[in-house]
Every structure is written in structure tokens, then in C-alpha cells.
């Protein structure tokens, strides 16, 4: 008698974590409110415009640049713009989509890279399920900033740091290898 009821208590837990999975994909997004997202639209990163606090980099795939530029140096937070395209180190980047894309995440989207001296190639992207190269899940981490920061870290918004000092941040942003191409054209 204790094997059939093993198998029943099997049977629940395994249909519990479909459902549970299936709950998980739900986290939809919705299709129209999605911008186009292609590799050529990420740009090496001391080409984009630089936060006023100096720590990240921003653009807009939509042409809104300046309504972004607004937010990024507002002292008191506000709403991205959709298009709105940020980036801190070159491999890891936050996107908003048009609003109501996702709810879960005020319609970011959060892009891993490989980046190169060739460009850039999508590795992993999603709303609260990308996990970057240190292991850290994207969203766990942001989702943390207070909400008038958008999910934006800054150094001050409430998050958790990066396992990296500014020190090494600012290297990594001074070399890109993106940038050598246009470098090289310079010369
Ligand atoms: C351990 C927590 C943590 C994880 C995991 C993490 N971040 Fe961040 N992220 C931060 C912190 C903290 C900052 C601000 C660092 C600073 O400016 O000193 C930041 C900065 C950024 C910025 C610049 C804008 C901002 O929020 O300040 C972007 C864009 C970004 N991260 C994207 C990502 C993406 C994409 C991933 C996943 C692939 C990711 N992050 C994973 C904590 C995290």
C-alpha cells in the first residue's frame, strides 16, 4: 500500500511543478508593445550618452534620446521612455519596450551580450529569469531599487552591488572592444 500512495504524492508534486512552470512562462509579454531588438542597435558603449553621475551609459532605439537623458540625470528618479537603452558594463544591458510589455518589470528587458571587435551578439535576454556571467539573476538584483528609480541601480537606489568595484567598472568601460573599429577609422 505505501508504493501507490508514493506514486500518488509523485504524481501531485510532478503536476504541482508543471503548473508552477507553466505559471512561470505566463509572465507574458505582450507582442505588440515589443520593439524590435537587433544586434546592430547596440553601440559601443563611450558612444552613448553618459549619465550626469557618471557611472552609465544611455541611448534611444526610438530617437527619444533626450526625454531619456532626462531621466537618467533627474535627482529624483522618474519613468524611462520607451526605447529608452542602458547600459553600465558593455555585456549587460536594460531595454524598455513600449508600456504594458510586461508589467513585472515596468517593461525592461533585461540583454546579455558577447561583445567584440566584429560587435555584438545576444547571448540571453527576458524579463526576471536572465542570469548574468557572475551567476547574479538580473531582475533579482534591480527589482531592488526604490520605485521611483524604474529598476535603475545607480550607486545609491537600494540594491545589492556588483561583486566589482568602480575602479574595475570604469576599465571595463574604457575597453570595449566595440570601440576599436571606430578607433581605428580615427586615425
Ligand atoms: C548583484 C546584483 C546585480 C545583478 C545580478 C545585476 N545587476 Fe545590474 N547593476 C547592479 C548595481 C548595484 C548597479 C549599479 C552599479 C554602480 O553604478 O555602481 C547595476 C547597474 C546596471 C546598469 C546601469 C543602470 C543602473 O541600474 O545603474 C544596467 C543597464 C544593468 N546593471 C544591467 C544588468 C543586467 C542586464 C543584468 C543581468 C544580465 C544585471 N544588471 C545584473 C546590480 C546587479
Partial sequence: MVIPRFKNTLKIS???????????????????????VTEGLFKCLTEMAKSDSGSFFVDNILGNLEATIEVANSESGGEYPA?????????????????????????????????????????????????????GNCFGCHQLARPEWDLICGSDHGCAPLPIDRETIVAIQNSDPRCVKSDDNDL
Fill in 83 to 135: 526605447g529608452s537603452l542602458v547600459s553600465l558594463i558593455p555585456t549587460e544591458v536594460m531595454l524598455k519596450h513600449r508600456e504594458g510589455w510586461n508589467e513585472g518589470t515596468n517593461d525592461w528587458e533585461f540583454i546579455e551580450l558577447n561583445v567584440s571587435e566584429t560587435g555584438s551578439e545576444i547571448i540571453g535576454r527576458g524579463t526576471t529569469d536572465v542570469v548574468n556571467r557572475f551567476g
Fill in 14 to 36: 510532478l503536476m504541482l511543478s508543471v503548473s508552477l512552470l507553466l505559471i512561470g512562462q505566463s509572465n507574458s509579454q505582450d507582442n505588440d508593445k515589443q520593439l524590435d
